[in-house]
């Protein structure tokens, strides 16, 4: 399996940035990382994803470290509407089948 | 656009009974994926098909669930016969590309299963 590794809860002031980290020390030089967040009562949705560089997109950045062992999410300011779980996952390519498995993840707390 | 579409949104039967539930990818997409979240396991990812073809169904848990795909816009996910314990939501989602592609996967909104 692709293991990623996140703390369970974070919490975050409204307006504020949040960063939210990811481990990934198993990741292979051909996965990407993706980022989904989970709002209450909802399928996941796509945040954000990369392959080596920092990327940047209307939601959020991802920074990506030098050895793509870690990354980390962050919310340029944050919402009460980002309220929601967030996964950090590895998308093998490899020949098995590039399958998406999803961890435990963050349950972000927006505090008004 | 019309995402990943599921149904049913909602279902409740009696253990023992067969549940089919549904799926209509997004057009274009060759990936699809049947995955189950409940509170105590998270997001479990069920099976895994290409191009219609099921390219890794290890997650499935037993015998007693079955997933087909027979054409590229329709999939199936069968329990039969269910177990309170098959009470989760089932979720599908579907991708363009193949294995090697690490593409973005769009995620349906969900079937919310209760077996009583």
């Known amino acids: 399996d692709a293991k990623t590794t996140q703390p369970n809860s974070m919490e975050s002031n409204e307006e504020e940035p949040v960063h939210l980290p990811c481990n990934h020390s198993t990741i292979s030089g051909t996965d990407y990382i993706h980022w989904y967040r989970q709002l209450p009562s909802q399928g996941p949705e796509y945040v954000i994803h990369g392959l080596t560089s920092n990327v940047n997109n209307r939601m959020a950045s991802l920074a990506i470290a030098e050895d793509r062992k870690s990354s980390t999410l962050i919310l340029h300011r944050a919402t009460l509407r980002d309220a929601a779980v967030y996964y950090c996952i590895l998308g093998r390519t490899a020949n098995t089948g590039n399958q998406f498995y999803f961890g435990t993840g963050t349950s972000l707390t927006v505090i008004p | 656009d019309a995402g990943v579409i599921q149904s049913p949104r909602h279902e409740v039967t009696e253990m023992g009974q067969e549940v089919t539930l549904r799926c209509k990818p997004i057009s274009g997409h060759n990936s699809l994926f049947w995955y189950r979240q409940t509170m105590m396991r998270g997001l479990e990812l069920l099976i895994y098909?290409?191009?219609?073809?099921?390219?890794?169904d290890s997650g499935m848990p037993e015998d007693r669930f079955s997933a087909k795909m027979p054409n590229a816009s329709f999939s199936t996910l069968k329990i039969q016969p269910s177990e309170p314990r098959d009470s989760a939501v089932y979720f599908c989602a579907s991708r363009t590309g193949g294995p090697a592609s690490g593409n973005t996967i769009y995620f349906g909104e969900g079937s919310w299963l209760t077996v009583v």
């Open positions: 098909f290409n191009n219609n073809v099921p390219i890794d």
